[in-house]
């Protein structure tokens, strides 16, 4: 039987334990509040000193209930129960829990997730400063603000076309900038974006660097709006933690983009996830858009992917031009020529106008 200095030693070993939690808790609390000033400054506590002695008047019991209470106040996350036994789960900045109403990327003017649908379209690769002026005079015409195109090329063999590096993407922005667009490009690595950054309006994440954590990392300490496209084999709760990879280093600006995943269907390039979209809308607050192109890899279903990406809620979609597409350096199948242009174009807009 333990004696009763045996019990008091323990009590206080207890107590100094407790002062150490609080301490800690409350030393996290101030930083998490220095990131984002929303927080409440105190919680109606005016110091550190003031919450202990409130504490030290529980009873042991409550008193854990108490510290409990303060962690799950202070420290951005909350308690569940997994078979009667709780443990902590932070909230994520991606969640609905975080943020209730919906994140609105503005874009030099233009607002992607406000309730309004975007086109971000253009040829899979530059390939010359003639064949972008051509593919975003079409596109202006037709109203598309975010051109897109592929300077920085990661192809599966090292023998296809890698793309013009930065003469494409200083193209790119040239051509956009006469034809008053934003340019949306892939940046594939923490190396090129210095370079990079003063042409590029939004920097589009591939779906091969979906899991590159310290790119993710330095995307996160950029001021440019970021367009994530889900990995090839990537899972829902895969491709929220990427996002959250940004987040966290407080670059708010995040586009989400279902681009298909990789199945053992062939009859499509990849298979396009549309239940991701609800699912994504449902569980972040960020904008979700589709990528028709590169989901399906056929033309002829590149209007009814878009037509099911507006009716399940995605905030836009992507797809790829060419002025000759037999002719393309990279993907000629999948890009629509500008018949086939106006052909999409016009069926998307009767759909939407439909639903007015």
Not at 126 to 148: M, N, P, T
Not at 308 to 336: C, F, R, T, W, Y
Request: glycine residues 6%.
């Amino acid at each position: 039987m333990i004696s009763l200095s045996s019990m008091m030693g323990l009590k206080d070993r207890i107590d100094e334990i407790d002062k150490e939690l609080l301490h800690l808790v409350y030393k996290r609390w101030e930083l998490v509040r220095e990131a984002d000033q929303n927080i409440s400054p105190n919680m109606g506590y005016t110091s550190m000193d003031s919450w202990t002695r409130f504490v030290n008047d529980f009873s042991d019991t409550d008193r854990a209930k108490a510290i409990k209470h303060f962690m799950t106040e202070c420290g951005n996350f909350k308690w569940e129960s997994n078979n009667g036994v709780e443990t902590q789960q932070r909230t994520m900045l991606y969640s609905r829990e975080y943020q209730p109403e919906n994140t609105v990327v503005k874009v030099n003017g233009i607002s992607i997730g406000d309730g309004s649908f975007s086109f971000i379209m253009g040829p899979c690769a530059v390939e010359s400063e003639e064949q972008v002026y051509q593919v975003a005079d079409k596109l202006k015409k037709k109203g598309v603000r975010f051109l897109r195109g592929g300077a920085y090329k990661p192809r599966t063999s090292p023998y296809d076309f890698q793309g013009l590096g930065l003469e494409g993407l200083k193209i790119l922005a040239k051509v956009a900038r006469r034809k008053g667009m934003s340019v949306v490009t892939e940046i594939m690595c923490e190396e090129q974006l210095s370079a990079a950054l003063p042409f590029v309006d939004v920097i589009q994440v591939g779906s091969r660097n979906m899991h590159n954590f310290p790119f993710l990392k330095a995307l996160g300490r950029t001021d440019k709006p970021i367009l994530l496209k889900r990995g090839l084999s990537a899972t829902i709760e895969e491709f929220k933690l990427a996002a959250e990879y940004i987040l966290l280093e407080g670059n708010a600006n995040v586009i989400l983009c279902e681009r298909g995943i990789r199945t053992f269907e062939t009859a499509t390039r990849n298979t396009l996830d549309i239940s991701a979209v609800p699912i994504l809308l449902q569980e972040t607050h960020l904008p979700v858009i589709v990528d028709v192109t590169h989901s399906t890899g056929r033309k002829d279903l590149l209007a009814a992917a878009a037509k099911a990406s507006i009716a399940i809620g995605a905030v836009g979609v992507m797809a790829e031009v060419h002025p000759n597409p037999s002719a393309a350096l990279s993907d000629a199948k999948q890009q629509m020529n500008f018949n086939e242009l106006d052909l999409f174009m016009k069926d998307i807009h009767d759909y939407m106008y439909s639903k007015v």
